[in-house]
């Protein structure tokens, strides 16, 4: 099979697409582009009419009209190169002898071939998909991996060091949660489309890892729906899914065999928030359920224990999470331990103690009241606050990033509609999330993933911020009504800046570096552009758009 369609995916219609596609163009397109590598022709014969409807498509101009003029905005992310180039985190934890599964993040045209230079020997990397599976090592310690991606364009290189202990979750976990665009009528074949267009899309080329199944899975005692009543549990006590998650199992696997990882939802009360079956007197049983079925990750949400709960003494907030994070930490597979309490208690001080992975600081990002400023910018202010507790193994959560095509919290059933925040807003929103190393989840339909969302949510030198190594959370630098500055330090020496205007004005920013604790010349690079500003000897000033943001990486001269 030829290499033409390749080589016109990467590059003139990916312009083209980046300015108008939809999500399934861009999967057809990278669909086929896998297939072909295959050389099987009834494939190869489909995947021909997959190109040829992709084109159509691009030709015809299918788009998504996005608010407030998304659609004419500036793609701040330049279009990945053709050639390889390895991303996601550089450090990973996992538990002695734990199932391995990890997926080498990889942009760039396929084929592609991998290999992976000092990979212990328990493990095995599928050179094709980039796909490494296996069993952890048995010996605490750390074991430095050369990756390396090769392909007609060119090759790249990137050190991946796995750390065999106690601690996972080294850098937050990225990924897609169901809640904001399906909520109380998820099913495993929504969940499943999210997967397959969470690769197909390339999101997983970025590093998007988790496919997330939030609340109502379950049953719903007392539920007059066919779909969702019945027995909570078995006969054993065994909870069981309701009839719109048929086989979590074989969800779960075709989840794993993309190379991505899969979350769980569920409460220590009795019910869930929005009233399904909880895990409360059967807390152990659920967790092994649930790393039966193989899920990753578990979101344990507060909800109804409230009324267990005896009173709201930390003791009582802390111990159904202290209770969960031994069970978890006890099961034969890694499963990261989200916790969900809207920051009671002040669980930043303590989430990592008692087990969690991440801890939701806020309350539902969904729900909050945005005044003069959408909601998402009062949860970061607030999330902000908690920097110094971030770091690895244990991060603030100032919940998902609700951007694309997305469900309204306040009216779940009137279905899901392009975001009303402006594009600056949503490089601000993005921005403050990797500052902060949050998690990164984005919520919004993954089905309908459109170009100008890609952009914001897949930009290589962004996230790298998000998983840097180091695992600092940003500090606050500034924060007035008009201005906001967060600046996080790196692992290679560097720091990250950004630069928020609060402002529905064009504003003019300066930062010095006394504010920022640094001196002597400075690199200065533009994140999103990703191109170099110059050299820069006491301040930084940058024109902001309203609501605009810039990210620099200041990388002191002698460095470089
Ligand atoms: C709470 C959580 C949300 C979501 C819903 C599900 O509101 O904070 O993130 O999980 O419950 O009911």
Redo the contacts with the bound molecule.
């Keep these: 099979m030829g290499k033409t369609p390749l080589n016109v995916r990467g590059s003139a219609l990916h312009q083209l697409e980046n300015r108008y596609s939809t999500t399934r163009c861009y999967s057809y397109l990278r669909n086929a582009s896998a297939f072909l590598e295959s050389g099987d022709g009834v494939t190869a014969d489909r995947n021909r009419w997959g190109i040829i409807l992709a084109v159509l498509m691009i030709v015809s101009g299918v788009a998504h009209g996005n608010a407030r003029g998304q659609q004419t905005a500036e793609f701040r992310t330049p279009t990945p190169p053709n050639a390889p180039r390895i991303h996601g985190p550089k450090i990973y934890g996992v538990r002695p002898g734990h199932p391995f599964l990890y997926r080498i993040p990889c942009t760039g045209i396929r084929p592609i071939r991998f290999s992976a230079r000092y990979l212990p020997a328990s493990l095995k990397l599928d050179r094709r998909t980039g796909i490494i599976t296996g069993e952890a090592p048995a010996k605490y310690g750390e074991y430095t991996v050369e990756l390396a991606a090769v392909s007609a364009y060119g090759e790249d290189g990137r050190t991946f060091k796995i750390v065999v202990g106690d601690t996972i979750g080294l850098t937050p976990q990225m990924g897609w949660?169901d809640?904001y665009t399906f909520?109380?009528h998820v099913t495993a074949a929504d969940v499943r489309k999210a997967a397959d267009a969470m690769f197909a899309s390339g999101m997983a080329d970025f590093g998007y890892q988790y496919v997330d199944i939030?609340?109502?899975w379950a049953r719903e005692p007392g539920s007059g729906d066919p779909e969702l009543s019945g027995p909570a549990r078995d006969a054993q006590g065994n909870i069981l899914p309701n009839a719109r998650f048929p086989d979590m199992r074989d969800l779960v696997n075709h989840i794993h065999s993309l190379g991505l990882k899969s979350g769980i939802?569920t409460s220590p009360g009795p019910l869930?928030?929005?009233h399904f079956e909880g895990s409360y007197q059967h807390e152990a049983a659920d967790a092994r359920q649930f790393a039966q079925w193989g899920f990753d990750l578990l979101?344990y949400?507060w909800?109804s224990y409230g009324q267990i709960a005896k009173d709201q003494t930390i003791a009582s907030l802390q111990a159904p999470y202290r209770k969960m994070g031994a069970i978890v930490a006890g099961l034969d597979r890694d499963v990261v331990l989200n916790m969900?309490q809207?920051g009671m208690g002040d669980v930043w001080q303590w989430g990592r103690e008692v087990g969690g992975n991440s801890w939701?600081t806020t309350?539902?990002l969904g729900?909050a009241k945005g005044s003069s400023l959408p909601g998402f910018y009062s949860i970061g202010f607030a999330n902000a606050e908690h920097g110094r507790f971030a770091g690895p193994g244990g991060w603030n959560d100032p919940?998902?990033i609700l951007i694309g095509t997305v469900g309204d919290a306040r009216h779940q059933n009137s279905g899901a509609r392009q975001t009303q925040l402006t594009p600056e807003e949503q490089y601000s929103y993005m921005s403050m999330w990797s500052l902060m190393a949050a998690p990164l989840f984005f919520s919004g339909d993954m089905a309908k993933l459109d170009a100008f969302t890609r952009n914001v949510l897949g930009n290589a030198e962004v996230i790298d911020i998000d998983q840097d190594p180091l695992g600092k959370q940003a500090a606050i630098v500034r924060t007035t009504s008009a201005e906001f500055i967060l600046a996080k330090r790196l692992d290679d020496g560097s720091l990250a800046v950004g630069l928020f205007n609060l402002t529905t004005a064009p504003r003019a920013i300066t930062v010095n570096w006394s504010d920022l604790g640094i001196s002597g010349q400075q690199m200065a690079r533009d994140v999103w552009r990703q191109h170099d500003l110059g050299s820069f000897a006491t301040v930084y000033s940058t024109n902001l758009p309203a609501h605009g943001v810039e990210l620099v990486r200041l990388i002191p001269k002698q460095a470089r």
């Design positions: 949660n809640w909520y109380d939030d609340d109502c939802y869930t928030c929005a979101k949400d909800c969900c809207y939701r309350g539902d729900l919940d998902y």
